[in-house]
T-cell receptor, first 114, second 116 residues
């Protein structure tokens, strides 16, 4: 069964500090991995998308890494801001016979405090 | 502005009263999908559509129906809602019919449904 596990479940850090969120997956056959940001009460917004051949992708202060051998990904946030307070969701895609199947993690709830 | 819209945003209803949640996108996307999000669970796919008149079940389709008569619209229908369908619902779209692939998947703002 395809699974995506994220850690920690929640995290509180001071404004300006860095943090790293983790994603482990057992999804096959792997197609790509996405990170989304979801503000409270709103729809997820795409941050990064990485294929098998990519091991890092940046979007401003967000940097995602992918180790396809160990089936792990991380999302690093640099110099956090209050607006980074949100849930961060890891999504892994499997593609089989042309059809794509997304498996969502349960997210990490990040709170930035002043 | 590229967007996915959903209506209504909030809905409280009673068991058994049929309802429809609308979803519309203005990006000429082929692929559209409905998800539900419940506390402690990841988003789960209800139904998806690869193009007009092409729909298929996702992971949790029981109790739901969909239709795709026009490319831009993908309504979610609950024929006889039950309390276990109380949830936060999201519609999403992406360019290609085979699925998001490496395309950006755009999500709507969500519809919070309560079934009493």
């Amino acid at each position: 069964k395809n699974q995506v596990e994220q850690s920690p479940q929640s995290l509180i850090i001071l404004e300006g500090k860095n943090c790293t969120l983790q994603c482990n997956y057992t999804v096959s056959p792997f197609s790509n991995l996405r990170w989304y940001k979801q503000d409270t009460g709103r729809g997820p917004v795409s941050l990064t998308i990485m294929t098998f051949s990519e091991n890092t992708k940046s979007n401003g202060r967000y940097t995602a890494t992918l180790d396809a051998d160990t089936k792990q990904s991380s999302l690093h946030i640099t110099a956090s801001q209050l607006s980074d307070s949100a849930s961060y969701i890891c999504v892994v895609s499997a593609r089989d016979f042309g059809n794509e199947k997304l498996t969502f993690g349960t997210g990490t709830r990040l709170t930035i405090i002043p | 502005e590229a967007q996915v819209t959903q209506n209504p945003r909030y809905l409280i209803t009673v068991t058994g009263k049929k309802l429809t949640v609308t979803c519309s996108q203005n990006m000429n996307h082929e692929y559209m999908s409905w998800y539900r999000q419940d506390p402690g669970l990841g988003l789960r796919q209800i139904y998806y559509s690869m193009n007009v008149e092409v729909t298929d079940k996702g992971d949790v389709p029981e109790g739901y129906k969909v239709s795709r008569k026009e490319k831009r619209n993908f309504p979610l229908i609950l024929e006889s809602p039950s309390p276990n369908q109380t949830s936060l619902y999201f519609c999403a779209s992406s360019s290609h019919g085979a699925g998001p692939g490496t395309d950006t998947q755009y999500f709507g703002p969500g519809t919070r449904l309560t079934v009493l």
